[in-house]
């Protein structure tokens, strides 16, 4: 395959951690709501509504307040109290100004890559003020030569983007954690993807082994090994 033109990194649970915001706050309202169902089943409600309204909402932090709202409605006829909606909007808003903290080895394997000359984008999906907000917080705004956000990462969507910039798929790498997202469209266009796996995974973004079986892509340990990648197929 040629030397890469664009490398694309993901953002949320690739350069800082997301998912587990998400999760402590889920646990914190299951326990706050407890008195309306068992953990499994306010969390069976909360999927299945989160997956219902996915194609209205999008991702991030208001889907989740919205969805969450829902839930309880539904699991108590209506009769859930404005106090409790408040509760599910303060934690929800917490979600949305969170400090961002890096994970390990970000800055300088992002400083390492960019050295290489090759345009850097940060690819990532969900609400776009959002995700501009994160961003902003991150500090990382400079590193990058793109920014794209959009609201899913399949294959239409890469196609559209690498169009747009004038690059083939072979000569375009997406590094993240999600095999659903960054990694699954990108093998089957053609591109090269690199999964850098996060310890905890968004329940809709789990694939099955059979989805995986004939796909292509890297594997890393940590994003530290990402440059040395870089430097291989370079």
Do not use: C
Not at 2 to 17: M, S, V, Y
Not at 156 to 181: C, D, W
């Amino acid at each position: 395959m040629p030397a890469p033109r664009l490398i694309a990194f993901d953002a949320d649970d690739t350069l800082w951690p997301n998912q587990p915001h998400f999760d402590l706050a889920e646990a914190h309202l299951y326990e706050l709501l407890s008195h309306y169902g068992t953990p499994e089943q306010l969390s069976n409600q909360f999927f299945a509504l989160q997956r219902e309204n996915l194609h209205l909402f999008g991702y991030g932090a208001k889907s989740f307040m919205l969805s969450m709202i829902e839930t309880v409605i539904r699991l108590t006829n209506g009769q859930v109290s404005g106090q409790e909606i408040q509760h599910i909007l303060d934690y929800g808003k917490r979600l949305l100004d969170y400090p961002i903290e890096l994970l390990p080895h970000v800055p300088e394997v992002l400083a390492t890559v960019q050295a290489q000359g090759i345009p850097l984008m940060l690819l990532t999906k969900g609400d776009l003020f959002d995700q501009e907000s994160k961003l902003a917080r991150s500090g990382l705004g400079d590193l990058f030569d793109h920014v794209e956000i959009v609201s899913e990462k399949n294959e239409a969507t890469y196609q559209r983007l690498l169009a747009r910039h004038g690059v083939p798929p072979e000569e375009f790498v997406m590094i993240g954690n999600s095999l659903k997202s960054d990694v699954l469209p990108v093998a089957r266009l053609g591109g090269r993807a690199v999964y850098v796996p996060y310890y905890t995974t968004w329940v809709m973004e789990r694939v099955s082994e059979e989805d995986l079986a004939g796909v292509s892509f890297q594997e890393v340990a940590s994003l530290a090994e990402v440059p040395g990648w870089l430097a291989q197929i370079n």
